[in-house]
């Protein structure tokens, strides 16, 4: 069961009118190391780690719908006042052709999100190091969409979800410790 | 000067088509020097908790956006 | 009703918004440190502090949560404007 909060986890103030920023936000909703990937991601895995751990993954998984909804105001706010036009000429032609501007599960190239970009091994290892790599690739991109804009408030909102990123994985490597802790705690037949 | 940035350059090739740029540079945040956050770390006040994006200073990670090219470091 | 966004609206909802930042802070880091007390009790001590936050909100500007987590005036004050990503 989930209940929704009618708020956002941190303000996000757009203070530029740049529709171009609109496109390449779309990296963190709809990519392969976005939020929504993210969130199914470990939303997915939790089911089958073991139970001392899947209280974080719920818990990482539900704040990443947050951050989900946090790239979404973003990507609302700059695209709900753009004419076709504008939108042409910031690159989201096509997009305005298939969705006018509704929002789309597709990365800032426009390629669909697919399943594919995310893994569930069962193996609570190999899954938890996904999920590091995860956040840090995660971080990365953050990095290079602060770099892609000048509103100081955009990269405001974009500085919080990158330090989530490194909150994140630090939390997950601390769950590959207590998966390999334990060691007098053999398999007994 | 943010003391998580790492910098290395790069080989450069006689033949490379485009002005270099010198010094290439990385981030690495502090949660690669923790294997396990220790208990009661100092923490930030709430306030500037949220603008940090987290309640511990140790685990802060400044990122400021890299300057063009050209631009003083 | 419209509720009207001034700057009394911006500011309640940031205090609300530092407290539940720090709760979640808090959920995460206890989920690996289940056995740390004082994270424990600074932990239950926000949360008191978040309800009584949260009430006050909710009685201005309408309920956070549904499904029975908040009350409403009349009429039927959740599926009024604005949403999060309006405002």
Excluded at chain 2, 46 to 51: D, K
Excluded at chain 2, 54 to 59: G, R, V
Excluded at chain 3, 10 to 19: A, D, H, I, R, T
Aim: aromatic share 12%; net charge negative.
């Amino acid at each position: 069961m989930w209940v929704y909060e009618k708020k956002l986890q941190y303000p996000v103030k757009v203070s530029k009118c740049d529709v171009r920023m609109a496109k390449y936000l779309a990296e963190q909703y709809g990519g392969a190391d976005g939020e929504l990937a993210a969130a199914l991601r470990y939303l997915n895995q939790r089911y089958t780690i073991p139970d001392k751990v899947i209280g974080l993954l719920t818990d990482i998984g539900t704040e990443e719908f947050a951050h989900l909804e946090m790239i979404a105001t973003m990507i609302y706010k700059l695209t709900k006042d753009a004419s076709p036009q504008e939108l042409e000429a910031a690159g989201l032609g096509p997009h305005y052709v298939s969705h006018d501007s509704a929002l789309f599960y597709n990365n800032a190239a426009g390629v669909p999100w697919t399943a594919a970009y995310i893994q569930a091994k069962g193996d609570p290892l190999a899954d938890l190091y996904e999920d590091i790599a995860a956040e840090e690739k995660a971080r990365a991109t953050y990095q290079w969409l602060i770099d892609m804009t000048d509103d100081v408030d955009l990269q405001d909102s974009l500085k919080f979800l990158r330090e989530r990123e490194i909150v994140h994985a630090m939390r997950f490597k601390e769950a590959v410790e207590i998966i390999k802790a334990d060691r007098e705690q053999q398999k007994i037949y | 000067m943010n003391n998580q940035i790492r910098s290395w350059q790069p080989f450069r090739s006689p033949l490379d088509p485009c002005p270099p740029i010198l010094v290439k540079t990385y981030v690495v945040p502090p949660n690669q020097y923790m294997v396990f956050q220790p208990m009661n770390l100092p923490q930030f006040p709430l306030a500037e908790a949220l603008r940090a994006g987290t309640l511990w200073p140790a685990l802060y990670s400044p990122y400021e956006p890299r300057s063009r090219k050209g631009e003083p470091q | 009703m419209t509720t009207t966004l001034d700057e009394q609206y911006y500011s309640s909802l940031l205090e609300l918004q530092q407290l539940d930042f720090a709760l979640v802070e808090l959920t995460l880091f206890l989920d690996t440190h289940p056995n740390d007390m004082q994270a424990l009790q600074q932990f239950n001590q926000l949360a008191q502090q978040r309800q009584q936050c949260a009430h006050a909100f909710e009685l201005r500007y309408g309920p956070l949560l549904q499904f029975g987590h908040s009350y409403s005036k009349f009429p039927w004050q959740w599926s009024q404007s604005p949403w999060p990503w309006q405002v």
